[in-house]
């Protein structure tokens, strides 16, 4: 139910560099508004001990390209199947709930797509503006995260459920000028 979205990581190395997502996760799922998550995507192995009935691995990668004329920082987002899991493959509704935290990973993907499209053809300001840019928008995005899960009391409370779904729904449309496309990934 819970979702701790850490994987979050941002290691900004050089120039036409990838980072943020785990080198080893070749079957990470990027985010699409056509293909929601399914259990089967669930690979992990859950925590016995933990109270929630699922978890969600859910992150962003971001490579930053600079050719010397041009520049570029390509955010992605991505659900990393092998560390998240569920207790409970059967219900529908938690799996909406685990849906919506990768959905709100994806909001702030955009988010942060928007802010860097400040610095589009200057590689030195993107370089040197990254790590600021991501350190706001990732305590922004974990405070939100942290919200959802106190308000949705989990998944439990279903009329607060779906006004999450309907609030990041809408947030997500007004800001599809930054949504994922293969073309410009």
Not at 27 to 53: I, M, Y
Not at 130 to 158: G, L, P
Not at 162 to 182: G, I, N
């Amino acid at each position: 139910m819970k979702t701790i979205l850490l994987s979050f990581i941002l290691f900004l190395l050089a120039t036409n560099t990838n980072f943020g997502q785990p080198r080893n996760c070749k079957d990470c799922v990027a985010w699409s508004e056509t293909r929601p998550l399914r259990w089967s995507d669930f690979k992990g192995t859950p925590k016995r001990l933990s109270p929630n009935a699922a978890m969600t691995d859910s992150g962003m990668s971001i490579e930053l390209k600079c050719d010397g004329r041009s520049s570029k920082a390509v955010v992605r987002s991505y659900f990393n199947p092998h560390s998240s899991w569920t207790k409970d493959n059967r219900s529908a509704e938690l799996l909406k709930h685990e849906q919506l935290h990768f959905d709100i990973t994806e909001l702030f993907v955009r988010k942060l797509r928007r802010q860097l499209s400040v610095f589009e053809n200057d590689c030195e300001q993107l370089s040197k503006h990254i790590q600021e840019y991501y350190d706001s928008n990732y305590k922004e995005f974990v405070a939100y995260q942290d919200q959802y899960d106190k308000e949705t009391e989990h998944s439990i409370d279903k009329a607060m459920q779906r006004e999450w779904e309907e609030k990041v729904s809408q947030e997500l449309e007004e800001l599809k000028p930054y949504a994922s496309t293969f073309a410009n990934n």
